[in-house]
């Protein structure tokens, strides 16, 4: 048998259920936060990653699914989106049409990193990103929106991780800082970070290795580096935030994974998912738009993860698959003529019905109406045939009542508040 592709996964019914509810949730929180849907495409050119991420990051390095397409052109699956979003912007013209635009996406992305709880090589983000905005304000908006988002799904055990990277005024001073104590203490860091310190220091201070978590502690800080901007727009966010009763951690090694970060960047990180603490993380990209070839414009957003997110709540609660309002219980070939026509009737006015196509007894029917959740069940043999009258039966209240065949399908949708087409 062929199975899925490892780190790949698929959403079943029964799953797929509080996938459809986040999304709702997070459809109409964005929306009051003015947010517009934006679909973007799941392959790019590798060449849109490579820049916006980062030549020397993991996801570029090493995890990105690329490959020549049939005339050897090389493209990507796309490891995130903000990438494809800044393209679409710019490609677009967006930003002629509104001085300020504010867009969210949900759907996969692609990552090959080895598979564990949390962490997939399929999985699933929910962005938000927005673009002419340079104010503080809208630092702290993001962040209470997503605050809020888990709030109105019931997501405890959370916290919220700030830390400001500074711009690329003050961003070098620091990076030298850092190169230089990292010269320093070479023999404390693991391989990976060997290889970091020239290319990318600053991933050495989010390193997972014990003896380099160590090493990091005397590390110089970003925020003692911070020209005075970067230093009143980190404070402005932080009094905005303390206004609106969010409670945060300023967690200085907190750099990201993806290079084209500044200023503000935040994490949303829990206990509840062992190794993989992130559900969201973002923060602001005031240089990417112009790098990909736009204007000079400011941006910000950020990406649940949806999977994380889905793990977290699906810890705390249940949620039940809806069952039909009805099933039809008929037994021999004319009650099961008569019971098809009804179900397409009912089908078709919105009335949810299953309906049992081959001959069964009467108690595996009513078992398989019991398994699948039924509200009410329609039964109709030879008998209630021939007396022109059909048992309606509540499931939950065991009541049955008798209706009239003549006339039975605008009975039975009146029963569910529901009108038939004539
Ligand atoms: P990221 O931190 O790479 O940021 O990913 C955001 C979230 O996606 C993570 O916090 C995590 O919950 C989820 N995630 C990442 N990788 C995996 C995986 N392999 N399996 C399951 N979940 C995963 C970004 O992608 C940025 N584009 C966020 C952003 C938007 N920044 C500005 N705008």
Known sequence: ??????????????????????????????????????????????????????????????????????????????????????????????????????????????????????????????????????????????IIMLSTLLDRLEVKNTTVHINSLGCFECRPGFKAALKEFLGECQDQLCLDCLRRMEKNPLRVLDCKVPDCKKAMEKAPVLLDYLCSPCQEHFKQVQKLLNIFKISYIINQYLVRGLDYYNRTTFEIQ?????????????????????????????????????????????????IQKAGPDLFIAALGETAKTKAFDWLINFNLAGLKTEMEFSQKSLKTQMKRANRIGAKQVLI???????????????????????????????????????????
């Open 1 to 142: 048998m062929i199975q899925l592709i490892r780190g790949f996964k698929d959403i079943l019914p029964g799953e797929v259920e509080l996938w459809q509810k986040i999304e709702a949730v997070v459809a109409a929180l964005f929306q009051d936060f003015g947010f517009h849907e934006i679909r973007i495409p799941i392959m790019e050119k590798t060449a849109l990653f490579a820049r916006s991420i980062g030549e020397h990051t993991d996801i570029v390095e090493k995890e990105m699914y690329t490959f020549p397409d049939r005339k050897g052109d090389l493209i990507t699956l796309r490891p995130e989106a903000t990438a494809s979003v800044v393209r679409a912007y710019i490609q677009h013209k967006l930003y002629a049409k509104e001085a300020i635009q504010k867009f969210y996406t949900i759907g996969p992305m692609f990552r090959r990193e080895r598979p564990q709880k949390g962490r997939y090589r399929q999985f699933y983000q929910i962005n938000a990103e927005v673009f002419g905005v340079a104010a503080p304000q809208i630092d702290a908006q993001l």
């Open 380 to 422: 109709i043999g030879e008998n209630e045939l021939a007396r022109e009258r059909v048992i309606l039966r509540d499931m939950s209240t065991k009541e049955q009542i008798m209706i009239p065949i003549s006339n039975l399908v605008e009975q039975v949708l009146a029963q569910f508040g529901l009108k038939g087409e004539n």
């Open 270 to 318: 829990t206990s509840a998912l062992g190794a993989q603490s992130a559900v969201a993380g973002g923060g602001r990209y005031d240089g990417l738009v112009k790098t990909l070839g736009g204007s000079d414009q400011p941006a910000i957003g950020f990406a649940i993860g949806f999977d994380r997110l889905v793990e977290i709540i699906r810890q705390n609660s249940e």
